[in-house]
């Protein structure tokens, strides 16, 4: 059985069909701070059969032991985590908290059980503003924000756990920007209150939930004006874990992977595609930029192809496309969210 955490998440939701379908156990536990349990329900509708679930809170160490007692684990993926670039700059003690200190208590709770497997979201943005661009796994570290380096401080904690343990088997994926919704429209990107991600944030001015896109600067040095980022599949990602999975199960190892494209967009880009996919206008307004964002990132995700034998499938027309399709199917059957 593999236990995902923050598996009622937007990643984690995907990631969990995924594993459904290729025939594994999944055990969900989440504790809804930014998601809702309805979408086991969806999930179990597009995979066919539904996945256990616990609500618990990775800093509850007693709940986690009753999980790895109550169920026989062999590997988790760990997306429970505060991703918030610019709420991190305004709550930095929160982000720290929830994904350090949690996963701490939740890899404590792992070893006692015995289970030494683990695929970690981690994210691009440990690389902070790069130096070169495609970003390859061996770029210096220089995360811009408390996001990034609470990140960066579960890599650092998963490296050394590794030296000191040779015995554990972890995969640290660096995530470039999850996007899009899965093909059957009964699952995607969900945030509870005003979203923090461009791709949510357009979907509901398309679907005229809000009344406006905002583009939080259009004077950085790149051929727009806006921010240039590298936008993958959320079903390519989810995909992605189970490469980890796969590759992990070879032997006892530490391996880092980019999951990306390798091809960046910027904002206006990307309101220009999705206004192509859906037919809507979405009207914009430029805004300052926002703390810690940087001019431009994509990834290099050579080392992916060769060590998860993964690569992404989907581009920027199908990302816009289920987007669009999960947006208008949610408003169109709000009782089931």
């Given at each position: ?18 594993l ?12 809804l ?48 985590g ?55 796994e ?42 899009g ?34 583009i ?27 490469a ?12 880092v ?31 300052g ?6 001019p ?7 080392y ?34």
């Amino acid at each position: 059985m593999i236990l995902v955490t923050g598996g009622c998440g937007y990643i984690g939701s995907h990631t969990v069909v995924e594993l459904l379908s290729a025939g594994n156990e999944v055990l969900v536990l989440d504790n809804l701070s930014n998601s809702k349990v309805s979408v086991i329900d969806r999930v179990a509708r597009i995979a066919g059969r539904a996945p256990r679930f616990v609500k618990a809170d990775i800093l509850d160490r007693k709940a986690l032991d009753e999980v790895f007692k109550a169920h026989r684990i062999e590997a988790v993926i760990h997306f429970a985590g505060l991703k918030a670039v610019g709420e991190s700059v305004a709550q930095p003690q929160r982000y720290y908290e929830n994904n350090v200190a949690g996963t701490l208590v939740l890899l404590d709770a792992m070893a006692a059980a015995g289970v030494k497997q683990i695929v970690f979201s981690s994210s691009a943005t440990v690389y902070g503003d790069p130096e070169v661009v495609p970003v390859s796994e061996a770029a210096p570290y220089r995360p811009a924000s408390p996001y990034g380096r609470s990140k960066r401080m579960v890599e650092e904690l998963l490296f050394d756990l590794y030296a000191a343990d040779p015995e554990w088997r972890i995969a640290v994926l660096r995530y470039f920007n999850p996007v899009g919704a899965h093909p059957s429209a009964f699952i995607g990107e969900d945030p509870n209150g005003v979203p923090n991600n461009l791709m949510p944030y357009v979907t509901q001015v398309a679907i005229g939930q809000r009344p406006e896109l905002s583009i939080f600067g259009d004077d950085y040095p790149t051929p727009d004006g806006t921010g240039i980022r590298d936008y993958i599949h959320v079903v390519d990602l989810a995909l992605g874990h189970l490469a980890a999975l796969t590759a992990l199960s070879d032997a006892p190892t530490c391996l880092v992977a980019n999951l990306g494209t390798g091809q960046g967009y910027s904002v206006k880009q990307v309101v220009d595609a999705f206004e192509k996919a859906s037919g809507q206008r979405i009207p914009v307004k430029i805004t300052g930029r926002r703390a810690g964002d940087v001019p431009c990132y994509f990834a290099d995700p050579s080392y992916a192809r060769t060590r998860l034998g993964w690569t992404a499938q989907r581009g920027l027309d199908d990302i816009c496309r289920d987007a669009w399709r999960w947006q208008s199917w949610a408003a169109a059957h709000p009782e089931e969210l």
